[in-house]
């Protein structure tokens, strides 16, 4: 799903846009369009989780995602290919970290944090892989039957996960929920944990990370081109940015088991708002290094430690139904390209907008070192 969809969906437009004449402003909505179907369609999760089980939402997302894809190899409209990515993205949704969450605190209940880490390192590897992997296959067989390919794999995915997939055995609600919520039905639970201000802390920081990430990749090129970065080093850098991200991802879950996960997860939102300060001014190569190194290491950690808060904070199942939440209340980030489009547009740069950023990820960090812990025994 990383290799197939966000990383290299540039590179897919890129290619589309050449041969159908689609503008730059319908190739950069694309973006919008995958960012708020993932995001407007999480709760759809919290919600199969429940009735269906994890081994079948899963599969029923794969299914989706293998559509999609083959709906995009013959999208030679924009109006098409936009139905494709919400396709995509509402797969994405049901065979991403929710699923993957509540399935690994069952299988893993004594080493949660370390397994979500693992995963996300491993996932990461699609982030690196999969612009390059996109690139050849596009000039090798065309954007049509790259897309026909991926299709294909999904759809080889989903019966392999219905075949390998093991259901859990559910525990009892009260010894799967956090001690706040010990002796209240399910949906009563999740209304509380809405309700719990830790909640909406940890949704503003995966938004503000989510923007990030996102307008770094829609704008990186553009910008470092601007300060006089020639653009082979200005996409290296995304790589290397997305190298640094699954490293730490791998060390971030035993990170959060040897120290306290909130103050790891304020840490490294100061060290990706520092990242992304540098970012905005690195007109040169060992800057743009340092830059990436703090973004990418910051950016890691914070997906691993805010799922793995979610978790220790409200249990596995409902905080798995939460992280769908939060990716709900992130589908917001998806407009940030489209600010820093208008920003460059406007003032000739796009520093302004990633510093804002960087300002907003410094405030989230001061909250979640010095507000977060009485809001974590709130929640128990």
């Given amino acids: ?72 190899a013959s999208a030679i409209q924009i109006w098409l290919f936009f139905i494709a990515l919400t396709l995509i993205g509402m797969g994405f949704s049901l065979a991403g970290n929710v699923t993957a969450v509540w399935l690994i605190g069952g299988w893993f209940p004594d080493t949660t944090p370390k397994m979500i880490g693992l995963y996300l390192m491993l996932g990461g590897i699609g982030d690196i892989a999969g612009p390059s992997v996109a690139h050849y296959t596009m000039d090798l067989v065309g954007w049509s039957q790259h897309w026909l390919i991926m299709g294909g794999i999904a759809f080889f995915l989903c019966a392999l996960a219905f075949l390998v997939i093991r259901e859990l055995n559910i525990t009892k609600p009260s010894e799967n929920r956090g001690r706040a919520n010990e002796g209240v039905s399910e949906i009563a639970a999740l209304k509380n944990g809405f309700k719990v201000p830790a909640f909406w802390l940890i949704a503003s920081v995966i938004t503000l990370n989510l923007a990030s990430v996102t307008t770094i990749h829609s704008v990186a090129v553009g910008h470092l081109e601007s300060l006089g970065i020639g653009p082979s080093l200005a996409a290296a850098s995304l790589g290397f940015m997305a190298f640094v991200s699954l490293v730490t991802k791998g060390v971030a879950g035993s990170l959060c088991e040897r120290f306290t996960t909130r103050h790891m997860m304020a840490a490294s939102i100061a060290v990706h708002a520092l990242g992304l300060c540098l970012f905005s001014i690195a007109s040169s190569p060992m800057v743009l290094i340092i830059a990436s190194i703090l973004f990418g290491a910051g950016w890691g950690i914070v997906v691993v430690a805010t799922m793995v808060l979610l978790v220790e904070m409200f249990g596995n199942q409902l905080g798995a139904q939460l992280l769908g939440g939060c990716h709900q209340i992130s589908s917001i980030a998806a407009f940030a390209p489209f600010a820093a489009g208008v920003t460059a547009d406007k003032l000739g740069t796009f520093a302004p907008i990633l510093l804002l950023c960087a300002f907003g990820l410094f405030v989230l960090a001061i909250g979640s070192e010095f507000l977060l812990k009485n809001m974590y025994s709130i929640s128990k």
């Fill in 1 to 72: 799903m990383n290799a197939t969809t966000f990383s290299s969906l540039g590179v897919a437009l890129h290619k589309m846009s050449e041969e159908l004449g689609w503008s730059f402003s319908e190739a950069g909505l694309s973006f919008t369009v995958l960012g708020l179907a993932v995001g407007l369609t999480s709760f759809l999760p919290s919600i199969l989780l429940k009735f269906i089980g994890p081994r079948a939402t899963f599969c029923i997302g794969f299914f989706i995602i293998s559509v999609g894809f083959f709906l995009a």
